[in-house]
């Protein structure tokens, strides 16, 4: 069995797009190429290459403001897992970020969670990511608002998150299929993955308004859709599950460093929805 000690961390670029995309299918995730092009623009993607130059790894640092950072798309090809790669490959992303100076952020698989923990990071919230496939939606609500202002989409995401994401928000709501919703108080943002539609972020005040929205979105249109919800909204998760959803897989929302209190949970307004694991 090769080692991987030989095998250089390199820093990859845009046109390895592809590749990137190659392995985040072989993970079955729902990134699209345009996910890709957006880390690989907006990084720094660290990668490694096995001897014969093909990309067998990968791992995302994604910059945001006031020093904050997620991590994200640490894959590695099945033939090259339980090597170390991915440990080798996050503790290049956490120098990065000391480096600049930035907090790094990430959403854990439980396995994850287990490997993050001693490496300094903390739990912040659970999510949940659930599937609607095949099944009737709710019934309808009045009707809905084909348009939101990205401007206080964008408002309302800094309030939550305690830092600002515009380039991310501005990207995904301009992609075709991509539409901004919105109905009485309640906003999300509607886009396409590889395989799924994804409905994230989505702010509402209170669980009515949220599942109302979700209703208006999906419409006749039963699935593929994913959504990934905030694992305390307890009576927006029934709503979910009762009319069709199925809960695919937890995450857990960490944060490196001390154990300080967050703005979203002084808040007390956390999203019904978040953007997705790999986006925060």
Known sequence: MAGTDQLAIVELGVADAPVGLALSTEAHWNQNEADWRFFLTHGPVVGVRDHHGDLIATAALLPYSSGNAWISMVLVTAAWRRRGLATRLIDQCLATAEYRGLTPWLDATPA??????????????PLLRLRLE???P??????????????EL???DRSIMGFGRSTLLEELSGRAGSKLVSHDDAMALVRDGRKNRHIGPLFASNSGSALALVDHIIGPDTGPWLIDAVGTRQEFLEG????????????????FGSATALPNELSKQLPFAVVGPEYG
């Open 112 to 125: 994850g969670a287990a490997v993050y923990g001693p490496l300094g990071f903390k739990p912040t919230i």
């Open 134 to 136: 095949g099944a009737s």
């Open 138 to 151: 709710r019934k309808r609500s009045p009707p809905l608002s084909s348009s939101a202002n990205l401007n």
């Open 154 to 156: 964008v408002l309302r």
């Open 240 to 255: 979910l599950t009762g009319s069709g959803w199925t809960i695919e897989r937890p995450f857990q929302r960490m944060r």
